[in-house]
């Protein structure tokens, strides 16, 4: 059974951090390309950041230069590093999993106040 749970949200003022963990169980985690994704309330859900299984690294424009994705195969484990946090970064953060399927977390709620 495949599980990808996520850990580490919450709510922070303008400006501060936050720092996301995802862990996944029942895949061949080094072989996956990882991501997290975002939706906030009325939003499509979107790209915030991803990882291959080579560490290619790809963000949206609109987190570059503020947060910063990792992995570790050892722990399989894939971070999200969020500083300079704006009230449009709020929304509901999913981890994602994807090699032959694609694999969702549950997410976890990132709220920044203004």
């Known amino acids: 059974q495949v599980q990808l749970v996520e850990s580490g949200g919450g709510l922070v003022q303008t400006g501060g951090s936050l720092s996301l963990s995802c862990t996944a169980s029942?895949?061949?985690?080094?072989?996956?390309?990882l991501a997290w994704y975002r939706q906030a309330p009325g939003k499509q859900r979107e790209l915030v950041a991803s990882?291959?299984?080579?560490?290619?690294?790809n963000y949206a424009d609109s987190v570059k230069g503020r947060f910063t994705i990792s992995r570790d195969n050892g722990k399989n484990t894939v971070h999200l590093q969020m500083n300079s946090l704006k009230p449009e970064d709020t929304a509901v953060y999913f981890c994602?999993?994807?090699?032959?399927?694609?694999?969702w977390g549950q997410g976890t709620q990132v709220t920044v106040s203004s």
């Open positions: 994602n999993a994807i090699w032959n399927r694609s694999y």
């Open positions: 029942g895949i061949t985690f080094s072989t996956h390309r």
């Open positions: 990882i291959t299984s080579d560490n290619f690294i």
